[in-house]
């Protein structure tokens, strides 16, 4: 039913319709008014808004303390119900959590019940986690963790246990066998394992898992016949294809560490990485396909290669043929071609045994994106990312071995790690290489829709850009077999939530929006089958990892303080779990401290400097009291505070999307506070549609259209037209190096940059008042 009802200022939804936050005033709405079970609580759908009301003479200035910190969302408001799962008991997390009734005499029925249970019995749950993924190994462990050591002291997780990456995904393990056999069921010599498709579909070739396990004993023959070891380094400079891959599972089949980056990163980036690493090998392809175009790498091969000659460790570049013919390397010091490099095992090389890692040493350095300087290489173990995938695809994502996969990824995005993960599980993964719109954007869909695809992966980037052209993957090709679309890299709008369920996707299809990174490899929020997907936000937390809001206002160094649900504040971990990364590569420990993790690293200033051992993320984020949803906000270090009302870039963005797509193709928000300003003002770039242009009709618009569905404190002072906008090469709009550069700072482009010359427009924004004609009323 319809009524009439007035809500207080705080009365904000997450859904970008709702987003109406005004000064003082109270605004009046038609919302629809749904019981459920549980409560009564009143959604506000996206046509029903009638009027807002705004005092334009209130000062912040004036503002009480209270209603500055007050609550955004409030437990009687709630977003619009999406999806739910239409059998929740088939699902491999339903069944989980019957067996950890049955093993622990429990009643647990419910996904916040079984989130509870796994932090309230932290050993307990992971020993479940580890019993259930059936993974090979050998060893067994007296303890799961020392639960009195603080998430900072980073413990060691089952200690005595051994395993091998690549053993389990070549392999399979029956269940009720001994922790050590090894089986093709599942995983049958002819049963397809990958599927790569280059760039428009314009070639395409499988592996059977029988191929990748003889193609990958071949290449681990000849890595070790060239002294590759446990502990040692091989880097690849890749293509998302099959080759990519033999490399990743030959190296994790010595026990040596893999890092990857993509071909499209310059050569800058790619020496930020490598050289910090000290590898013994790196692979890189000569030649690479983008955009209609083909790329001769031997040039950029030459230029990594003396940028490593400091390197000790370094011994030859293999070259990965990446088209029909080979080319020619003789002019790159020491360069082998990939032929050479096999052969250098024999004619018919004995294949190695697996060799087994302990469950918390190294096996994969992954890299932070290095917008603001050089990139932390993050170290993973390996016992870590496989127990912590097989609790997110396993469970939250219920991936099996029926499942096919499809992520859009480059090898250098965290995201690089779920586009194969479902070897693990005996599923076929397809890999894509290229752009996500040659020959048209109907590529990735047309993919899904011809394999079967049961899984696709993509970024709001690429929904933006369907929604924006107002096209209907559900109506360009028969997506029946697809069950979930996962999607991350940065925040979903309220609005996309809405355009995938009414015009996007089938309404079958589950729509897992995450958020976690490339820092602990998996995830903080993230789907799963047991509540329903509501606009805005992820539906909950990752099982096993304790996540808080704290406050936001506390002072780095000082204890944090959780906020009530319905506030918002910085995304924290007050606990360990397996994932935690080891290290950084290369952060010497200070002269008197012992932890990886100790005051003085770059480790601990990473994510402990902020609150004494606690995790900060660095995500502004709120939990809604009702749904309890975690709705991301933006990053904490790019949250907007102007005259000390705090709030995220997103909320910008989602009012640009939602009424100015038309005119508007991109935009970009950030906070100026120089040491000459006494408080922080807002900008806001917008990167016009081609044939519009920025004028003073539209400036008012835009601030008009931003105090009415947010707050006249949400107001940009200044609005100006960009040429274009910082983004890294997986399409990430970059904001922090915007806002040191309005704040007077110089700064050193990253390699992980797109295009880092974008940056050089802003500079003029330092001194903005010498500006010649600005936008008037900015």
Not at 59 to 71: A, S, T
Not at 503 to 518: C, E, I
Not at 535 to 543: D, R
Not at 730 to 748: A, D, F, M, S, Y
């Amino acid at each position: 039913m319809s009524v009439a009802v007035e809500l207080p200022l705080s009365a904000l939804s997450s859904s970008a319709t709702d987003a109406i936050m005004t000064n003082s005033m109270e605004v009046k709405m038609e919302v629809n008014t749904e019981v459920t079970k549980a409560t009564e609580v009143t959604e506000v759908t996206t046509t029903e808004v009638l009027s807002t009301e705004t005092n334009t003479n209130t000062k912040v200035e004036d503002l009480l303390e209270d209603e500055i910190d007050e609550i955004i969302m409030r437990p009687d408001v709630i977003p619009r119900k999406l999806w739910e799962h239409p059998n929740p008991e088939s699902t491999p997390m339903w069944q989980f959590l019957q067996n950890v009734n049955k093993r622990h005499g429990l009643s647990l029925k419910t996904f916040l019940e079984l989130h509870e249970y796994s932090l309230q019995n932290r050993s307990q749950f992971w020993a479940d986690v580890w019993e259930e993924a059936n993974y090979i190994h050998e060893g067994t462990y007296s303890r799961v963790v020392d639960e009195s050591a603080p998430i900072d002291a980073v413990p060691i997780w089952f200690e005595g246990v051994k395993l091998s990456y690549a053993e389990n995904v070549l392999y399979s393990r029956p269940k009720g066998s001994s922790s050590q056999t090894r089986s093709t069921v599942g995983k049958e010599d002819d049963k397809v394992a990958v599927t790569e498709v280059r760039e428009g579909a314009s070639e395409t070739r499988d592996a059977t898992y029988g191929e990748l396990r003889e193609r990958a004993g071949r290449l681990a023959a000849a890595m070790k016949a060239r002294g590759v070891k446990k502990g040692d380094i091989v880097v690849i400079v890749g293509s998302n294809s099959i080759d990519t891959l033999l490399v990743w599972l030959a190296t994790s089949w010595l026990g040596a560490i893999f890092s990857s980056s993509s071909t499209d990163m310059g050569t800058k980036g790619i020496l930020q990485r490598t050289v910090q690493v000290n590898p013994k090998l790196l692979f890189m392809d000569d030649a690479a396909l983008y955009n209609g175009k083909i790329v001769d790498l031997r040039g950029k091969m030459a230029e990594v290669v003396e940028g490593l000659k400091d390197c000790t460790n370094f011994d030859n570049i293999v070259s990965i043929r990446r088209f029909s013919e080979a080319r020619d390397i003789s002019a790159v010091p020491k360069a082998i071609t990939w032929d050479d490099f096999i052969s250098s095992a024999g004619a018919s090389p004995a294949i190695p045994d697996f060799v087994r890692i302990p469950f918390h040493e190294p096996y994969l350095i992954c890299y932070s994106s290095g917008t603001t300087g050089t990139p932390k290489a993050i170290v993973h173990s390996l016992g870590g990312v496989m127990i912590s995938y097989f609790k997110e695809g396993g469970l939250h994502e219920g991936l099996t071995g029926s499942d096919v996969t499809l992520q859009y990824t480059t090898t250098g995005w965290i995201m690089y790690l779920a586009n194969v993960a479902i070897l693990l599980y005996g599923g076929k993964t397809i890999i894509y290489d290229g752009s996500p719109f040659k020959p048209d954007s109907s590529i990735l869909i047309s993919l899904a829709a011809k394999h079967r695809a049961t899984k696709l992966g993509i970024s709001p980037r690429w929904m933006f850009e369907f929604a924006k052209n107002g096209q209907s993957p559900r109506e360009m090709a028969d997506l029946s077999a697809l069950r979930i679309v996962t999607c991350t890299g940065m925040v979903l709008s309220d609005q996309l939530f809405e355009w995938f369920y009414d015009s996007g996707f089938p309404p079958s299809v589950q729509l897992a929006n995450m958020s976690g990174g490339t820092d602990i490899a998996g995830c903080f929020g993230i789907c799963n089958p047991l509540t329903p997907v509501y606009v805005g936000g992820t539906q909950g937390f990752s099982l096993g990892v304790e996540v808080k809001i704290y406050d936001s206002l506390v002072g780095d160094g000082e204890p944090g303080r959780p906020v009530p649900e319905g506030h918002a504040g910085e995304l924290v971990a007050t606990t360990a779990f397996p994932n935690v990364p080891c290290f950084f590569w290369s952060d010497p420990i200070p002269e008197g401290q012992k932890g990886v993790a100790s005051p003085g690293t770059r480790y601990h200033s990473a994510y402990f400097a902020r609150f004494p051992h606690v995790w900060a993320h660095g995500d502004f984020c709120v939990i809604h009291p009702t749904t309890k949803n975690l709705h991301l906000l933006g990053r904490a270090d790019g949250v907007l505070n102007p005259s000390g009302v705090r709030f995220g870039s997103a909320e910008i963005y989602s009012v640009i999307e939602r009424r100015f797509a038309d005119r508007v193709q991109d935009s970009l928000c950030v906070g100026q506070r120089r040491p000459k300003d006494h408080d922080e003002s807002v900008m806001l770039f917008l990167l016009m549609k081609p044939g519009q242009k920025l004028d003073e009709a539209l400036v008012r618009e835009v601030k008009e259209a931003i105090g009415k569905d947010l707050s006249k404190r949400h107001v940009p002072k200044w609005v100006f037209e960009t040429p274009e906008i910082p983004t890294t090469i997986n399409l990430k709009k970059v904001e922090l190096p915007v806002k040191h550069i309005v704040c007077g700072r110089k700064v050193k482009p990253s390699g992980t940059l797109a295009n880092p010359q974008s940056l050089d427009f802003y500079y003029q924004f330092a001194k903005v008042e010498e500006l010649v004609n600005p936008h008037p009323n900015l």
